[in-house]
């Protein structure tokens, strides 16, 4: 099975300053994919960014941008320029991409809760 | 607009009482999900549907039971059997191989 390790319960930044949430996961499979899932206090579940296993660029998304090391199993999310409404649990989540895997949705981390500072 | 509806927002119960909350959607997504989210604890699969009539367990299916019997719906139930109910619930549909959609989730408290 598996499983998606997020290390930092919480983390803060200061308002237009770059952090770094970090997710490493462990998997026997080579095909897959990965997710950050952005929760603000609304709890709606809202998908900031996906890469596939078998890309090898970065994933982008404007201000959001993945660094995805493969061998290493790690999937951090890189945000520029903090804002305000960046505040929220944000979540890393795996799926497999093998048929019939994937089939139970998405594993995910325990989740990292994000706070600006102004 | 298509998406997912869960109703009602928050729900209350008494202890022992069965409940179901509804999920409901418009995305003419094959898959479905349920997960129960506990503070500290992240998103743990209750059940899962890939195809209507058809359902599996999740890694904390104890005290839960689903229907599948439309594509667009697949209502959960929390059952008396289920030791610690209250929680914050969520619904998911997807295609294959593709993120995740969310309902805005229930809020259930049992006392």
């Known amino acids: 099975a598996q499983t998606v390790t997020q290390s930092q319960p919480e983390m803060s930044v200061q308002e237009a300053e770059t952090v770094t949430l970090s997710c490493t996961y462990d998997t026997s499979e080579s095909d897959y994919y990965l997710f950050w899932y952005k929760q603000p206090p609304s709890r709606q579940m809202i998908l900031v960014i996906r890469q596939e296993a078998y890309k090898q660029q970065n994933a982008t998304e404007n201000r959001f941008s993945v660094n995805f090391q493969k061998a290493a199993k790690s999937f951090s999310l890189k945000i520029s320029d903090s804002q305000l409404g960046d505040a929220a649990m944000y979540f890393c989540a795996y799926r497999s991409a093998f048929l019939g895997g994937g089939a139970d949705g998405l594993t995910f981390g325990k989740g990292t809760h994000l706070i600006i500072q102004p | ?111």
Request: glycine content about 10%; some cysteine; hydrophobic content about 25%.
């Open chain 2, 1 to 111: 607009d298509g998406g997912i509806t869960q109703s009602p927002k928050y729900l209350f119960r008494k202890e022992g009482q069965n409940v179901t909350l509804s999920c409901e959607q418009n995305l003419n997504h094959d898959a479905m999900y349920w997960y129960r989210q506990d503070p500290g604890q992240g998103l743990r699969l209750i059940y899962y549907s890939q195809i209507v009539n058809d359902f599996q367990k999740g890694d904390i299916a104890e005290g839960y039971s689903v229907s599948r019997e439309k594509k667009e719906s697949f209502p959960l139930t929390v059952t008396s059997a289920q030791k610690n109910p209250t929680a914050f619930y969520l619904c998911a549909s997807s295609r294959p191989g593709s993120p995740l959609h969310f309902g805005n989730g229930t809020r259930l408290t049992v006392t």
